[in-house]
């Protein structure tokens, strides 16, 4: 050990007539240890908001879509044959899309009716792990116990609601709702319109955890989607999974180049844009916030070294007599704040893994899921963000120990021994 880090070491250390220095150094320490404790749970709760986001995105949306500029796709097998040989695209099923109204009784909501092929849906998207108390086969059929219910002599098709928007409607797995459309209903005696309207069977429910789907999705076959809605064999796209979610933009254009410019597509970047820029904005603004925490704590730091050096001028003076250079006695008060700044992120970081920890694990924070999208308070910790919190603590304690050090590099040690 060089004589610089033995000297500073001594230095740290408390004795009963500098107890005073000894306090601030603690304070000193404590201050920078909660600043990285509070980065690092924000900045953890704010990747997890984003991840869970995310996720719950893409569960109940496909990575691209691909439509035709005339509104619908008529040969949309053929489309999707196409669609899959493009490099990256790992699966395609064909969908149906539009805001209809759902009745029940006295009870009416509007919701957006999703046409999905049962068969095909759970390749693209990870709806089957948000549908409750059933399987998107219900779709297609009916329970025995259900089957009493008929429509012109036929057993009702399925429909799975969105959580909210069963509660909204009262209506629950075994009951049953009328789609109304706007789309193909009778003339009237005077020139209007008669709403199309089908019955249909509650069959399952469908829990994503983002309230604005759970309000508003109702999910039906293919086939009872065209019917509602009067397409014939036509659809309205195709929704397509990917490998890497990162590169939808280029396999997009892939996608067009491979089907002709009559098509066009959107994916789950785009159609979401807004939010997630806002939300990385978000992010970045809350460390730069936080950051001025540990310039608080780097504040005690250069206070603590002022008072370390007001305290031990007649050392200072004594280790230049007897040779110590002036940058020998930098190196002394720099370790000295390093050391303070090391033990202080190294406190922080393992205070804040264990505060994310609890809140993983026991979720004793709650969120009201209508405005907040999800139920819990998500926290996910990534080493990135870790080594990021921990560099700007240092680097900052670093910066802080400058001044003091200079001064007392330059101290006169005539000046400081002149009258002992």
Request: aromatic share 8%; net charge positive; hydrophobic share 45%.
């Amino acid at each position: 050990m060089s004589f610089e880090f033995f000297v500073g070491l001594r230095y740290l250390r408390a004795r009963r007539k500098q107890a005073f220095i000894s306090l601030i150094t603690f304070i000193s320490v404590a201050g920078v240890m909660l600043g990285v404790m509070a980065m690092m749970v924000v900045l953890a709760v704010m990747t997890g908001f984003g991840k869970d986001i995310k996720s719950k995105i893409l569960g109940a949306n496909a990575h691209i879509r691909v439509m035709s500029r005339d509104g619908k796709l008529d040969q949309h097998e053929e489309v999707m044959t196409g669609i899959e040989e493009v490099e990256g695209v790992k699966a395609s099923a064909p969908f149906i899309y539009s805001q209809i109204m759902l009745r029940r009784g006295s009870s009416v909501s509007g919701a957006i009716l999703r046409g999905i092929d049962p068969s095909r849906a759970g390749q693209v998207v990870d709806i089957e792990k948000s549908v409750k108390e059933t399987d998107l086969q219900a779709l297609t059929r009916v329970p025995d116990s259900h089957a009493g219910s008929t429509e012109g002599g036929k057993a009702s098709p399925g429909i799975i609601l969105g959580k909210e928007l069963s509660h909204l409607l009262a209506a629950y797995p075994g009951d049953e709702v009328y789609v109304v459309s706007p789309f193909g209903g009778s003339l009237t005696p005077i020139g209007g319109r008669i709403p199309h309207m089908k019955k249909f069977k509650v069959v399952g429910l469908f829990d994503s955890g983002m309230y604005d789907y759970d309000t508003s999705f109702a999910y039906v076959s293919i086939e009872s989607a065209q019917q509602i809605l009067r397409l014939g064999p036509s659809v309205h796209g195709v929704e397509v999974k990917v490998d890497d979610i990162y590169n939808v933009d280029q396999i997009s254009k892939s996608i067009v180049k491979r089907l002709g410019t009559g098509y066009w597509t959107q994916d789950w970047m785009q159609m979401n844009k807004n939010f997630f820029s806002a939300l990385k904005l978000e992010k970045t603004v809350m460390f730069i916030i936080l950051v001025l925490i540990i310039l608080v704590a780097a504040f005690n730091i250069i206070s603590t070294l002022i008072m370390m050096v007001m305290e031990k001028n007649k050392d200072i003076a004594i280790l230049k007599s007897m040779g110590a250079t002036s940058k020998s006695i930098m190196k002394i008060f720099m370790f000295d704040g390093l050391v303070i700044g090391v033990v202080g992120t190294i406190l922080g970081i393992m205070g804040g893994s264990v505060l994310c920890f609890l809140l993983k694990r026991y979720e004793f924070v709650k969120l009201p899921s209508d405005v907040y999208y999800i139920s819990t308070l998500p926290v996910r910790v990534q080493v990135v963000d870790v080594a990021l919190i921990a560099l700007s603590a240092i680097v900052i304690s670093f910066l802080a120990t400058l001044y003091p050090s200079y001064q007392a590099s330059r101290l006169d040690p005539a000046a400081a021994i002149r009258y002992e």
